[in-house]
């Protein structure tokens, strides 16, 4: 069983700064590609960032120049680095991974694994 926890989110004020973590626990060989996706209240759940096994990044253009996305491999953890918040970025903040694991099969393949989420909300 593999399991996913985000932590981090709070309340802070327009310019503001947050970092997210997401670690993964359980039974598993690696993750691959990593993401953080967003979900604003009354709006389709979006992409935040992401971040390869290798250390490849890719952001949403609303967010770059101002969060930086990073992984310790070892500690199977990622992070979130949100500096310059504006009210937009206001949301449920959930990780998502591409977890190595062996099924009934024998057969090892990813499988993505959801976290529960963590509020984010930038406001004065």
């Known amino acids: 069983q593999v399991q996913l926890g985000e932590s981090g989110g709070g309340l802070v004020q327009p310019g503001g700064s947050l970092r997210l973590s997401c670690a993964a626990s359980g039974t598993f060989f690696g993750i691959n590609t990593m993401h953080w996706y967003r979900q604003a209240p009354g709006k389709e759940r979006e992409l935040v960032a992401a971040i390869t096994s290798h250390g490849t990044t890719d952001y949403a253009d609303s967010v770059k120049g101002r969060f930086t996305i990073s992984r310790d491999n070892a500690k199977n953890t990622m992070y979130l680095q949100m500096n310059s918040l504006k009210p937009d970025d206001t949301g449920v903040y959930y990780c998502?991974?591409?977890?190595?694991?062996?099924?009934?099969?024998?057969?090892?393949?990813?499988?993505?694994?959801w976290g529960r989420g963590t509020q984010v909300t930038v406001s004065s």
């Open positions: 998502k991974a591409e977890v190595l694991t062996t099924g009934r099969d024998g057969i090892r393949r990813p499988v993505d694994y």
